[in-house]
Structure formats: C-alpha cells, structure tokens
C-alpha cells in the first residue's frame, strides 16, 4: 500500500487495541469504531462493541460523517466450516464535508496498514454496511 499521502496518524494506544483485537479468541461478532480527532491529526477510538450484528452495528454508524470500522462475524461456509473473518468498513455517506472525507481518505490505507487487514470494505452509506456482507469476502 502506498504511504504517498498519510494525513492522520494512527493513535499508539488504538494501534494496541487494534492488534488484541485482530487475536482474540472470542466468537461472537464484535466491531471497533474509530474516528478522525481533527484537532490531533490522529485515528481514535470512538467505541467498541461485543455480540453485535451488522444491523445493530449499521444503527451505531453517523448518517452524515465517516468512519473506520474493523468488524469480526462469524461465517459458515457452504462446506460447514467456519470461520471468523476480519473486515475493515469506510463508511462514507453521502452528503459528508468534503474536508472530512479527505481526511479519512488520506488516513485510510495508514490505518489498514497499522491494523494488518486484507479484506477492505467502502461503504458509501449506512445501507451499503448491510449489503456488503458477503461470503465473497471470505
């Protein structure tokens, strides 16, 4: 991923909880909201979540201003397996300040990075969280 444009800085004690979460052993579905502080040019935490489905977790999203999101479900697979996948979400609905979606944008492939995640998911809406989950993902 390219480091070409970084505008936010990844918050040392979100990248902790970042990497426990990327090992933990729990199976329910859980997620980590994150936001941009513009004041301190840095992702943040803004809330995390244990047992949460992705309608509970779309309804926890702002209708008006991005956010970063690692989410973990569980999924069975056609074949019975399952397994618990680690999805990054970039919620950016319609109608957000063009100032915010550039900085989420330029912060974007840092936090990915940071995080060690491989299955990205764009959201331009709130409806697009529900409909992206998919077991092409996986």
């Given amino acids: 991923m390219s480091d070409s444009l970084v505008v936010c800085e990844v918050d040392p004690e979100l990248r902790e909880k970042l990497r426990k979460f990327r090992f933990r052993k729990e199976t329910d579905n859980a997620a980590i909201i994150m936001k ?4 301190r ?3 943040v935490l803004e809330e995390e ?3 949460i489905s992705p309608d509970e977790l779309k309804m926890e999203l ?3 201003q991005p956010r970063f999101v690692v989410y973990s479900y569980k999924y069975v697979h056609a074949d019975g397996r399952v397994s618990y996948p680690l999805c990054f979400i970039f919620s950016s609905p319609v109608g957000c300040k063009p100032e915010q979606q550039m900085m989420y944008a ?3 492939n840092r936090l990915v990075q940071t995080a060690e995640l491989t299955k990205v998911q764009p959201a331009a809406g709130l409806h ?3 409909e992206g989950w998919s077991g092409s993902w996986v």
């Fill in 62 to 64: 702002p209708e008006r």
């Fill in 49 to 51: 979540f244990q047992n």
């Fill in 36 to 39: 941009v502080d513009k004041d």
């Fill in 41 to 43: 040019q840095m992702v």
């Fill in 106 to 108: 330029g912060s974007k």
């Fill in 128 to 130: 697009s969280v529900r």
